[in-house]
């Protein structure tokens, strides 16, 4: 049977944003075999492994629009699934390309996250288990864009609920723009390593829900995509033994 009418237009242009994404992670893999000079590196193979995923996933969520009537225009309604059917990395790259606004909520075994999207940037991300050393104000201080002293003492302060830590700590002038803009980024990078591991969870989209409005951050998808890709990359490699250097054989001669 085919699916309601209503949800016709939002398959469509996920499976055309898939079909984009596809075509242009394959770009990526081409790119890193070009800049590493290895065609079997690891970043390159893992890129070829998620082109396929996504080639597969475009084919089977084509299916049921074979039958299925001409659709009317129509808004990205709130879309619910798990990453069984279809990968995080697709679904924030899919909302990034149709400039969307508005939250994301994904809900994985030992961590919950919301993720904010303004026009298709990624401006708030949140997860409720974050590691030690990864919060805003840790990452800070790890840069040396302020003293823990200083850091303890806005804490203890305390700021509006509607307020950010990182806008009051610029308003005081702890630090600025561009310091808060390096920690913002390492801190999203590192959750991102993290949620784009999971390979059972749950999310939710919100259409147009806010969580907090800002102005300071806009970051771009597809390089927090990228930059956890390669994270990961590097931290699989670390984990790898080293293999042993090859040694040729030593034969022993009879002489006669």
């Known amino acids: 049977m085919s ?12 499976v055309e944003s898939l079909r984009q994404t596809c075509s242009t ?21 893992q890129l070829d492994r998620a082109a396929q995923f996504l080639d597969q996933a475009t084919r089977a969520l084509r299916a049921p629009l074979d039958d299925a009537p001409a659709p009317k225009p129509a808004g990205i309604p709130g879309l619910t699934g798990s990453t ?7 679904l924030v790259s899919f909302l990034a390309d149709v400039n969307t606004s508005g939250v994301l909520r994904i809900y994985a075994p030992d961590e919950s996250y919301v993720l904010q ?18 919060r805003l104000g840790e990452v ?6 302020i003293h823990r002293a200083d850091l303890l003492r806005v804490l203890d302060k305390g700021w509006n609920a509607k307020e950010t830590l990182g806008a009051r700590l610029v308003s005081e ?28 969870a749950r999310f939710r989209f919100y259409p147009d829900e806010r969580v907090i409005s800002r102005q300071d951050v806009r970051m771009n998808v597809m390089g927090l995509l990228l ?9 699989r490699r670390k984990e790898e033994p080293e293999e042993d250097p090859w ?3 030593l034969f022993d001669l009879d002489v006669a």
């Open 140 to 145: 800070l201080v790890k840069q040396g864009a």
């Open 117 to 134: 999207f303004e026009n298709g940037y990624l401006i708030y991300a949140f997860g409720d288990n974050p590691p030690e050393g990864t």
């Open 84 to 90: 069984g059917a279809v990968p995080l990395s697709s």
């Open 25 to 45: 992670v394959r770009e990526q893999a081409r790119s890193v075999r070009e800049q590493d000079g290895d065609p079997n590196g690891l970043l390159a193979r």
């Open 173 to 200: 002038g702890y630090v600025d723009a561009a310091q808060l803009q390096s920690a913002l980024e390492a801190q999203i990078q590192d959750l991102g390593m993290r949620l784009f591991s999971h390979d059972a």
């Open 227 to 235: 930059d956890s890709a390669r994270a990961r990359d590097e931290e």
């Open 247 to 249: 040694v040729p054989p």
């Open 3 to 14: 699916e309601p009418s209503t949800v016709q237009p939002d398959l469509q242009q996920l």
